[in-house]
């Protein structure tokens, strides 16, 4: 279930919210997705929240859980890779500790294979994102590397996805895995660092960066 969270950090008061996990979309699914077929980008409109009432935060429903705990931060720039770009909504979705995308039985659209490990936020004025939850572990003793989904939507064009978020210190992320990754997006390995009791990450992200077909906007 979501909850209210309130962490204290010096000179810092963070009161963050999270989206509802399993609702019915109430934003407007009208322009084609962008970059090539994109199976279950669609989930990105599943948010019970409109999109133009999300922010920059979210804390996805298992941060108050045991377990490494993650804060992923950064900024989306436009294209050009130097301006901030607001508005973009972001749709995240993982894995629970014991590596299962956690269903209770109850899930409709996407979340029945998404699970309920997932939130949505929407960059502010400055292209910042920021969202709470924790490491994800790898699939399986031998791999895939742990990861985390993104799928992105521009104010003017449809959803695509971009390379998860990946961990740099992971043992399964090889050089034949990071070899194989096309950086959509711009890089996606993260290297968190840790702070007290909780792990913190930054990731930017490139609008249309090594994106099929990307239709720039003129």
Request: proline share 9%.
């Amino acid at each position: 279930p979501c909850f209210m969270l309130i962490l204290f950090f010096p000179l810092l008061l963070l009161v963050i919210g999270c989206s509802a996990q399993n609702a019915k979309p109430v934003n407007n699914e009208s322009i084609p997705p962008v970059g090539g077929p994109c199976e279950g980008c669609e989930a990105i409109y599943e948010s019970s929240t409109p999109f133009e009432q999300l922010n920059e935060v979210d804390t996805l429903p298992i941060f108050g859980e045991e377990g490494p705990k993650l804060v992923v931060t950064g900024t989306v720039y436009k294209s050009d890779g130097k301006t901030p770009a607001p508005h973009v909504v972001l749709y995240v979705y993982q894995t629970d500790q014991s590596g299962k995308y956690r269903t209770t039985g109850n899930e409709t659209g996407w979340s029945r294979r998404h699970g309920t490990v997932r939130g949505w936020l929407k960059t502010n004025a400055e292209g910042a994102y920021r969202f709470y939850t924790l490491r994800p572990p790898s699939d399986s003793k031998t791999g895939p590397p742990a990861h985390i989904h993104i799928t992105v939507k521009e104010p003017d064009k449809g959803e695509y996805w971009i390379d998860d978020y990946h961990f740099d210190d992971d043992p399964f992320l090889t050089a034949e895995v990071r070899n194989s990754m096309r950086n959509r997006g711009g890089n996606g390995i993260l290297k968190p660092m840790k702070r007290g009791d909780i792990f913190y990450a930054e990731r930017n992200i490139i609008l249309g960066k090594n994106v099929t077909d990307y239709p720039d906007k003129k």
